[in-house]
């Protein structure tokens, strides 16, 4: 019986190591796609997370998000910012209502939220929904990059630094969602059309309704078949996939 034991350990013992060996051989063989290079240039804003962003051409949009080191209490924010690349380098511009320069920050009348969805139709911006720290959102704002800030949408910044304001783009509400207020929601663009749907309510309702928004007005669509919040979305030959996310905390 000893001896049996011992054959059937020494067997078990064996075949875990082919197999790390056959395992590591594996890793060793597998072609990667692509690489990922650290560019060594911090986002310029305060660290955050749930931020969104969206592209114009080849410049991205990067802002609103929440202070992620703090408490349930978090600091939320509208600040946005773009980056560039240009000859294989990225550069970062600075907030307009800091240096005076760069993308303007959203109106004081949006507030801060993270959690938010984001998108650009037609050569425009969009960011809507999210979470301000009381309530769930269902707001959405246009930013046209050619654009120039109005002065009365930004009562908090100093009149010094308004005189100087230049074309650092521009703000402007537009139709809400007409789903439920929600954060943790989804977006994708087929051919200039966005989809926006799922999310989850702040009764804790896990959303399933989908709309789609032409840059002017919202239609309603048939929902996804099963709902959920924190999910991802993407666009591949003209078909708009949505993975992942959470329903009920599962």
Known sequence: MKRR???????????????SIVSCEDEDNVDLLGNWVEEGIDFPGTRRGGAVC?????TAYVGTGA???KTEEKERYRDFYKCEVKDGSMSWTPRWDRTMEGISSMPDAAAPRNGAVAFSIN???YVGLGYDGTNYLKDFWEYDPEGTPNASDYPSIADSTLANIKQTGSWKRVADYPGDSCRYAVA???DNIAYVGTGED???NILSDFYKFDG???TAISSIGKPRAQAMSFVYNGK????GGVNNGA
């Open 67 to 69: 202070n992620t080191n």
């Open 123 to 125: 050569g425009k911006g």
């Open 54 to 58: 969206f592209q114009i051409g080849n």
């Open 202 to 204: 702040y009764d804790d």
């Open 240 to 243: 708009g996939y949505v993975v």
């Open 5 to 19: 034991t011992l054959y059937y350990s020494l067997w078990a013992l064996f075949a875990a190591a082919s197999l």
């Open 188 to 190: 994708f663009v087929i």
């Open 216 to 218: 002017k007005k919202w």
